[in-house]
């Protein structure tokens, strides 16, 4: 399995709901990330984890709030979020966090807050 | 603040034509990532460049680094519809651990 898998692939939401996003990965890599892509922009960096520990946060927003439950999975769970937060939200894994490692994305979660 | 700068931003051609993007950043890195991303999909990985003067080609594309002058290109050659898509750099610092994007090059290939 050499791939990285989101879920859902859609999200609508309102301003006052609670969801989470998922983010799942075979490989046996111990890194995994969090983007978040506005249209026609370049990803920008929100979480890393490390072996399950956070270890990058791009000053990201409380109401955003990521969990790392195993080696294998990788959460974002979403609480009062306004519309300037819908985006295209990609997870990526590597091996590790050595500086040469590549990262391999998944296919994004568009979420859209009303 | 690290930089990443492509140019240009927006790049229509012709099918058999030849072009190079360009990638310049502004600080100390030894690795360098393209990837293409088409509309409303992911990030798919292109190339990964780890030393200076490295230089990989797959089909119609060849990407190079020079950590020296802070500069990646990535050269198109004699192109086809197909490669219409946004590309985008992505440079690793020395010593650190996150990625920072390039502005992304959006091309399209016009029969």
């Known amino acids: 399995d050499t791939e990285v898998t989101q879920t859902p692939k859609h999200l609508v939401m309102g301003m006052t709901n609670k969801k989470s996003l998922k983010c799942e990965q075979h490989m046996g890599h111990r890194a995994m990330y969090w983007y978040k892509q506005k249209a026609k922009k370049p990803p920008e960096l929100m979480f890393v984890y490390s072996y399950e520990k956070l270890s990058i946060n791009e000053s990201v927003p409380s109401r955003f709030s990521p969990e790392c439950p195993n080696s294998s999975l990788l959460n974002l769970h979403l609480h009062a979020l306004q519309p300037e937060d819908s985006a295209l939200y990609l997870c990526a894994s590597t091996l590790g966090l050595a500086v040469y490692n590549e990262q391999f994305f998944g296919p994004g979660t568009r979420l859209t807050v009303l | 603040e690290l930089k990443v700068e492509q140019n240009p931003l927006f790049l229509s051609m012709q099918e058999g034509k030849n072009y190079t993007i360009y990638c310049n950043y502004s600080t100390t890195s030894d690795r360098l990532y393209w990837y293409r991303q088409d509309p409303g999909k992911s990030l798919e990985s292109l190339f990964v460049?780890?030393?200076?003067?490295a230089v990989k080609q797959e089909g119609r594309l060849m990407a190079s680094l020079d950590t020296k002058a802070r500069l990646s290109t990535l050269h198109i050659t004699a192109a086809v519809h197909d490669l219409s898509a946004t590309y985008f750099c992505a440079v690793g610092p020395t010593g650190a651990n996150n990625l920072f994007f390039g502005t992304g090059t959006r091309l399209t290939v016009i029969p």
């Open positions: 460049l780890l030393s200076n003067g």
